[in-house]
């Protein structure tokens, strides 16, 4: 499939999906979003594709948020579709997604670009980057997620300040704050996490994607992650990965998982 405003590359099981319109700062127009929402439906029937990074093209801006000059004149029903159809086919998607999915925050991220690093698993950071949720400044909130997303990210008193002062925190505090895992060199942003997805790609995938399930399960109403688990945990028991996994370790080998 061709792609306008992103770029999708696939190496090594590894996809890098790059948000590309470096000269508005990447921001999420509505043509991004459905890239983006096509991108992981190719990303998720692709059996060759194991992990993903989303980052941002140029050297300023991982994304500067939504295009606000889409949504200025949006009116109370457009404000809420906008939102629930974003998180529902972009960011929970992301969120929920099988296969691990790493954000390499390569500058600005901020609204909706925040919104779309948070919905990855996990997080790594240039030094130059900046992250911050603005919207209250524009006279809107988070919409994307934000939310609830960082207060379980950072806790709830710092994204209540990180909200209402509408600021922005550097790659140090956010590191900090647990709000990114590293932080790291320009230069080795991506060298760093193509590395941390090539290790993770070495275990079993199966389990993995067993495991983002019951972590997630801890963030929704009504179910019980400790119990989403247990009954992760049992399937488990009924794979392949399984049988290669534990009798490797019995045998002082390295496991060799079938998703190399
Ligand atoms: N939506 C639409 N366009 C955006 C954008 C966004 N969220 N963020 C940046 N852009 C555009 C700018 O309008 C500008 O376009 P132009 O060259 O056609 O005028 C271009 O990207 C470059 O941005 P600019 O503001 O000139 O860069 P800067 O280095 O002076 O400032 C930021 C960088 C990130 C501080 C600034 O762009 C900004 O505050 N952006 C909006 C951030 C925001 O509020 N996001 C949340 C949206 S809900």
Do not use: C, W
Request: proline fraction near 2%.
């Amino acid at each position: 499939m061709s792609y306008h405003n992103i770029l999708l590359e696939k190496e090594n099981g590894l996809a890098q999906l790059t948000i590309n319109r470096p000269k508005k700062l990447n921001a999420l127009n509505r043509e991004t979003l459905a890239e983006i929402h096509s991108a992981f439906a190719e990303l998720e029937s692709d059996e060759e594709v194991k992990a993903i990074i989303i980052t941002g093209s140029g050297e300023k801006a991982f994304v500067a948020g939504a295009d606000i000059s889409e949504f200025a004149d949006y009116n109370v029903e457009e404000g809420k579709d906008l939102a629930a159809k974003g998180q529902k086919e972009v960011f929970d998607r992301i969120a929920n997604f099988k296969k691990p999915v790493i954000a390499a925050i390569n500058g600005f991220a901020l609204g909706g670009g925040l919104e779309l690093a948070m919905a990855a698993h996990f997080r790594i950071a240039s030094d130059n980057a900046k992250m911050g949720l603005p919207e209250t400044s524009l006279g809107v909130i988070p919409g994307y997620g934000g939310t609830q997303r960082l207060p379980q990210l950072v806790g709830k008193g710092r994204a209540m300040e990180m909200i209402m002062t509408a600021g922005m925190i550097d790659a140090k505090q956010a590191l900090q704050y647990g709000l990114v895992n590293h932080v790291t060199t320009a230069d080795e942003l991506m060298e760093l996490a193509t590395k941390t997805a090539h290790k993770i790609m070495r275990n079993s995938m199966v389990a993995i994607s067993r495991a983002i399930e019951a972590i997630n399960a801890n963030d929704e109403d009504g179910v019980n992650g400790f119990e989403k688990e247990v009954e992760n945990f049992g399937k488990s028991f009924d794979t392949e990965d399984f049988k290669e996994g534990t009798s490797a370790f019995l045998d002082k080998r390295k496991a060799d998982f079938p998703n190399k």
